[in-house]
């Protein structure tokens, strides 16, 4: 094989993994849902959790466009949930989620789903919210 043709032929490789790739993680992407507020909290159905016969998603992301930063709801199981803002406490930045933590793409910060630091630069444990369930909703505490 001349150089010019293993070089088309890698090249060809690498974009198609990059694609195949993408793909993969578009499957399994995050959800993000609008949420309401009602006098000092942060109201979505329980339902957003269920993706199909009984299969439930382990976090969805919440957004309201009086927020700063989206909150990132991880349904922990079936009565207990962990509501975490998604900034990080070493500079601000707003977090991304991998499964079952958070991570800052400024500077590496890690957080666990209940919001307590797993790897620096970050010092500070996530800012957490109280969450109830009455019925189908699901109340996140802004307080």
Do not use: W
């Amino acid at each position: 094989m001349e150089r010019k043709d293993f070089f088309k032929t890698c090249g060809f490789a690498c974009v198609s993994g990059s694609i195949f790739l993408s793909m993969l993680e578009s499957c399994g992407s995050t959800k993000i849902i609008s949420g309401t507020i009602e006098k000092s909290g942060l109201v979505i159905p329980a339902s957003s959790f269920l993706e199909k016969e009984n299969k439930y998603r382990k976090y969805i992301v919440v957004q309201n466009e009086k927020l700063q930063y989206p909150i990132c709801l991880y349904r922990l199981n079936e009565n207990e949930y962990s509501a975490l803002l998604m900034r990080c406490t070493h500079q601000g930045a707003e977090l991304q989620v991998f499964g079952d933590k958070l991570q800052c793409p400024a500077h590496g910060s890690e957080f666990s789903n209940h919001g307590i630091v797993q790897n620096g630069p970050a010092s500070v444990n996530l800012r957490s919210f109280p969450v109830t369930v009455k019925q189908d909703q699901i109340n996140i505490s802004l307080k």
